[in-house]
């Protein structure tokens, strides 16, 4: 197992004064509208076969847009009412969600299936089937949800972001505000984020008390390495002194949580478990050699890379 010394290295300048980072800080997919696309209908589907919902979510609340709000774009444009993305770092753009926006709105009038395949490999969770789902966007409901009036209100409410009368709000940090009422979310998503948060049962609690009383939420989280070891699971092996290192002054970095914290988390903070789809990879590191917090887990629990977890506020 070998440390990424560039990424160790750069935990430790960071710590230097003034020290400002790369800018500007990219997180990934969601400057892609495919991926956006892809994202939001994998959820979606998802919450309707396991009947957490059965029609589209009215106001949708996301976890780490990034660089851009498109996941929530793509969510407004199939039907949602309302969404708030609740980051803790400003990413994305105007510009940005603009452009994406009219790019989501193509893929969802010609219907296109659902993006996979060899350039989507990595995107969880996988899926049966990718055609269009229209047995939940049906011809009726996409004529009035694509109808001009529609578009030109969404789009109106992106470059009016956070005023009076804009049906999305982008609140970062989330962690200072009191963004959301009690009651008053139908569904929560994040998709490769939740690994990234260090106040987990706070954050799930939070959660619970923003939700409707039969709301829901779905999280696809991913529990590896992310490029800190070569190895998938290197960092579960990692000193606490180094790991403290190679963070740095990061504004955020993997929490190395494993699977059963999140399951834990989420049941205590007053969710009923729906889907937990795992991804299971072989370990490479031998228990003697895991950093000794690590050790008292259960084997299997180190051999989830990542998991979909769908659950229902009790
Ligand atoms: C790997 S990026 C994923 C971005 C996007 N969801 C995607 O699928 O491409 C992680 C995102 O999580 C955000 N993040 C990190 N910690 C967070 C937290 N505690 N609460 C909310 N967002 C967080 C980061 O700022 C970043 O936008």
């Known amino acids: 197992m070998t440390i990424n010394c560039k990424q160790l290295i750069y ?63 793509a969510a407004l444009i199939s039907g949602a009412s309302r969404y708030i993305g609740l980051d803790v770092v400003e ?71 956070n005023r009076p009368g804009s049906i999305i709000q982008y609140v970062v940090p989330w962690t200072d505000a009191d963004p959301l009422p009690s009651n008053s979310v139908d569904m929560i998503y994040s998709q490769a984020v939740m690994e990234y948060c260090t106040i987990l049962p706070e954050a799930y609690h939070k959660m619970r008390e923003w939700l409707k009383p039969d709301g829901f939420m779905s999280h696809q989280i991913d529990f590896k390495s992310h490029g800190t070891f070569d190895a998938w699971d290197g960092h579960w092996a990692c000193s606490d002194l180094k790991w403290r290192l190679m963070r740095g002054k990061r504004p955020y970095f993997i929490c190395r949580s494993t699977h059963s914290e999140h399951i834990e988390a989420i049941r205590d903070a007053g969710f009923k478990i729906i889907l937990d789809l795992k991804s299971i990879l072989p370990p490479t590191i031998a228990p003697g050699e895991l950093n000794p917090r690590y050790r008292p887990l259960d084997p299997q629990d180190l051999t989830i890379a990542g998991a979909f977890v769908q659950a229902r506020r009790l």
Not at 27 to 39: F, L, N, Q, W
Not at 91 to 120: C, V
């Open 91 to 161: 990413h994305s753009t105007l510009t940005k969600n603009a452009e994406i926006f009219d790019e989501i709105i193509e893929l969802f009038k010609r219907k296109a299936p659902i993006p996979h395949g060899p350039e989507f490999d990595l995107v969880k969770p996988g899926l049966d089937s990718y055609h269009f789902p229209s047995e939940i966007l049906t011809d009726a409901h996409m004529a009035k949800a694509l109808s001009d009036e529609r578009l030109k209100h969404i789009r109106k409410s992106i470059l009016s972001m």
């Open 11 to 73: 935990g430790i300048i960071s710590f230097v004064p003034g020290f400002k980072g790369r800018r500007p800080l990219m997180t990934g997919g969601t400057d892609s509208a495919e991926y956006c696309y892809s994202v939001w209908l994998r959820h979606l589907v998802l919450g309707f076969r396991n009947k957490l919902c059965s029609k589209v979510p009215e106001v949708v609340a996301e976890f780490g847009p990034g660089d851009s709000i498109g996941i929530g774009l």
